[in-house]
């Protein structure tokens, strides 16, 4: 059984921050990707960014120069770290991991979800 817990989320005036971690737990052996998307009400779940293992990183065109993900492999935690934020970002962020487990069987997990709202 592999968990993954969202926190962070919050309510910000346009141009705050806002740091979101995701906490993964249970029988895991490694971490591959982990990503953060985001779905706002009435659109599709999209991706925002992603790092793995290795620490390399990608973003959406609408995260990049505003948003940093990072990791801590250590602890089976992710980042994101969000600024400039625009009413545009509120969604409901959540947290995705490909995870290993002990018994060598790999598969996609995701968090319950953490609710932004950026007020303009």
């Known amino acids: 059984q592999v968990r993954l817990v969202e926190s962070g989320g919050g309510f910000v005036q346009a141009g705050g921050s806002l740091r979101l971690s995701c906490a993964a737990s249970?029988?895991?052996?490694?971490?591959?990707?982990m990503a953060w998307h985001r779905q706002a009400p009435g659109k599709q779940r999209e991706l925002v960014a992603t790092?793995?293992?290795?620490?390399?990183?990608n973003y959406a065109d609408s995260a990049k120069g505003r948003f940093t993900i990072s990791r801590d492999n250590a602890k089976s935690t992710a980042h994101l770290q969000m600024n400039s934020l625009k009413p545009q970002d509120t969604a409901v962020y959540y947290c995705?991991?490909?995870?290993?487990?002990?018994?060598?069987?790999?598969?996609?997990?995701w968090g319950q979800g953490t609710q932004v709202t950026v007020s303009s």
């Open positions: 995705k991991a490909n995870v290993v487990r002990w018994d060598h069987i790999g598969a996609d997990y």
């Open positions: 249970g029988s895991i052996f490694s971490i591959n990707t």
């Open positions: 790092i793995t293992s290795g620490g390399t990183t």
